[in-house]
């Protein structure tokens, strides 16, 4: 694949370095296979910000990502690991959509505000967040005090505000279809996505990693 994409930084050994960290970080089972490596590329050229090889391989930069794919493929610990790989103005934090739903049960509509307007000081400057949403689809509709919230919903539709206004990036990761995020979050979620997404997609027929 090297040989395909014009690029100054060796991709082979970043992909080293990048297991050498999952190991580190999950324990000696963990390793990247060669199959995932197409998947890895892009990963590596988005966050990394390879305006070159990110033009190769149709990412547009100023969008977030979204990973998808089935379950065990590996889709939360690669984003953990990419944390690493991330220039320091662009880190995020991965969040459980399911830890969302829970804080929602217990601290109702705030949660809402806390994810789509959440602003850390930062050489005392106020700096919105940037989070990467996991597994999304996992959490249900939740009741705070008898009310049934799309918690996520209504903060991906906040972040998009954000996007558009402020190009603040969201990530995501979710073993959902298009036509499921359609179904679960409504056409106007799945649009505002598709406008603030990069899709990046593991084969349905990816390996269980567990």
Same mark, same amino acid.
């Given at each position: ?108 509509? #705030? %949660?809402?505000?806390? +994810?789509?307007?959440?602003? *850390?000081? &930062?050489?005392? /400057? ?53 036509? #499921? %995020?359609?179904?679960? +979050?409504?056409?106007?979620? *799945?649009? &505002?996505?598709? /406008? ?15």
């Amino acid at each position: 694949m090297e040989t395909e994409i014009k690029t100054h930084y060796n991709y082979s050994e970043i992909i080293l370095w990048l297991e050498k960290k999952g190991v580190e970080l999950y324990g000696n089972h963990f390793k990247i296979l060669e199959t995932d490596h197409p998947i890895i590329y892009k990963l590596i050229a988005y966050f990394l910000k390879d305006e070159q090889t990110c033009f190769q391989l149709n990412i547009n930069l100023n969008k977030g990502i979204m990973l998808s794919g089935p379950v065990g493929c590996g889709k939360t610990s690669l984003m953990n690991i990419m944390k690493h790989l991330t220039p320091i103005e662009h880190k995020f934090s991965v969040k459980p959509c399911r830890d969302i739903s829970f804080e929602f049960i217990q601290d109702g509509y #705030e %949660i809402i505000h806390k +994810y789509s307007k959440d602003l *850390r000081l &930062r050489g005392g /400057q106020p700096v919105a967040v940037r989070y990467c949403f996991d597994d999304l689809g996992i959490e249900n509709n939740l009741k705070y005090f008898g009310n049934e919230c799309n918690v996520m919903a209504e903060i991906l539709l906040s972040r998009y505000d954000l996007f558009t206004s402020k190009k603040l990036q969201t990530h995501i990761t979710t073993n959902l279809s298009a036509s #499921e %995020i359609e179904q679960t +979050y409504g056409n106007r979620v *799945r649009s &505002r996505m598709r /406008q603030m997404l990069n899709l990046i997609a593991f084969e349905k027929t990816a390996k269980d990693k567990r």
